[in-house]
């Protein structure tokens, strides 16, 4: 049979961002709660344009700000909350490489007070460029998998462990604000801010179970252990990328990965965007 994700939904057909009214607005809104990631085709934006529809649609609390910006980048391709992923100089290291590996986005969710860690934190790329195919030859994609479902997919058992477990969170090791410590707690087992539909919410490689901080090697088996299980009973959604898709998701629902192109023979320009919507 085949498998029907309810990740990837495309929504607003033959829109255009820049000029939607309130109940459009609304539509992505509940759309994305719904379904935890989403697609709206055939955009033509700068990065200005793509602040101000966050702006509009889901409010100004943005990650980033007060940045220089990149002289040699276009300004159409980057503003204070909006960057340009790839190789937009004709880097032959893509600027995201650390994301080819599972994860949920955190930025500044660990360090800011008041934001629980499964905040509806909706990060959106929007593909100026892609590759036409990845390093195995195949479309070049965004890979996701369904943490909702994941736990859904667990045995009752599984669940009741599960729902005792607490997890350590830090901000992402490239940022400013990382530190040795995680900061923030929360459990394994989360509920949807809008939905309440129970999921799992997992961070990263670095997060460390409550209790295992001075266990590391046990901290990390732990970790990994859960998250091949979590592989192993949820069939991932690929999106394939076109030129002008601008995709989203509710980084509280799932986890997600980019996976590799060589950049020495193909140019990749994505403008990233992230915004909290309270």
Same mark, same amino acid.
């Given at each position: 049979?085949?498998?029907?994700?309810?990740?990837?939904?495309? %929504?607003?057909?033959?829109?255009?961002?820049?000029?939607?009214?309130?109940?459009?607005?609304?539509?992505?809104?509940?759309?994305?709660?719904?379904?935890?990631?989403?697609?709206?085709? *055939?955009?033509?934006?700068?990065?200005?344009?793509?602040?101000?529809?966050?702006?509009?649609?889901?409010?100004?609390?943005?990650?980033?700000?007060?940045?220089?910006?990149?002289?040699?980048?276009?300004?159409?391709?980057?503003? *204070?909350?909006?960057?340009?992923?790839?190789?937009?100089?004709?880097?032959?290291?893509?600027?995201?490489?650390?994301?080819?590996?599972?994860?949920?986005?955190?930025?500044?969710?660990?360090?800011?007070?008041?934001?629980?860690?499964?905040?509806?934190?909706?990060?959106?790329?929007?593909?100026?460029? %892609?590759?036409?195919?990845?390093?195995?030859?195949?479309?070049?994609?965004?890979?996701? %998998?369904?943490?909702?479902?994941?736990?859904?997919?667990?045995?009752?058992?599984?669940?009741?462990?599960?729902?005792?477990?607490?997890?350590?969170?830090?901000?992402?090791?490239?940022?400013?604000?990382?530190?040795?410590?995680?900061?923030?707690?929360?459990?394994?087992?989360?509920?949807?801010?809008?939905? %309440?539909?129970?999921?799992?919410?997992?961070?990263?490689?670095?997060?460390?179970?409550?209790?295992?901080?001075?266990?590391?090697?046990?901290?990390?088996?732990?970790?990994?252990?859960?998250?091949?299980?979590?592989?192993?009973?949820?069939?991932?959604?690929?999106?394939?990328?076109?030129?002008?898709?601008?995709?989203?998701?509710?980084?509280?629902?799932?986890?997600?990965?980019?996976?590799?192109?060589?950049?020495?023979?193909?140019?990749?320009?994505?403008?990233?965007?992230?915004?909290?919507?309270?």
């Amino acid at each position: 049979m085949h498998y029907q994700s309810r990740l990837g939904v495309e %929504v607003l057909q033959g829109c255009n961002l820049t000029k939607l009214i309130d109940q459009q607005r609304q539509e992505i809104k509940q759309s994305l709660w719904e379904h935890g990631v989403i697609v709206v085709r *055939q955009q033509n934006l700068t990065a200005s344009e793509l602040e101000e529809f966050a702006k509009q649609t889901f409010g100004n609390f943005m990650f980033g700000g007060s940045r220089a910006l990149d002289p040699d980048i276009s300004p159409d391709l980057q503003s *204070q909350h909006v960057f340009a992923l790839g190789n937009p100089k004709g880097e032959t290291e893509p600027l995201e490489k650390f994301a080819w590996k599972w994860h949920q986005d955190k930025d500044g969710l660990p360090r800011i007070e008041g934001l629980d860690m499964n905040a509806l934190y909706v990060v959106m790329l929007y593909a100026v460029e %892609v590759p036409a195919s990845d390093v195995h030859g195949q479309p070049h994609t965004t890979q996701f %998998v369904d943490l909702i479902e994941a736990y859904n997919n667990l045995d009752y058992q599984q669940q009741q462990q599960l729902e005792k477990v607490l997890i350590a969170h830090k901000a992402p090791g490239f940022s400013r604000e990382a530190v040795d410590v995680p900061t923030k707690i929360h459990p394994v087992v989360s509920t949807h801010k809008v939905t %309440v539909r129970k999921g799992l919410y997992l961070g990263i490689d670095s997060a460390i179970p409550v209790g295992m901080e001075d266990k590391p090697e046990q901290a990390k088996l732990f970790m990994e252990n859960l998250f091949q299980t979590v592989l192993a009973h949820t069939p991932i959604y690929s999106h394939v990328w076109q030129k002008g898709d601008v995709i989203f998701w509710d980084n509280s629902q799932v986890m997600h990965r980019g996976i590799a192109y060589d950049a020495t023979k193909a140019k990749r320009v994505v403008l990233r965007l992230g915004v909290v919507d309270i």
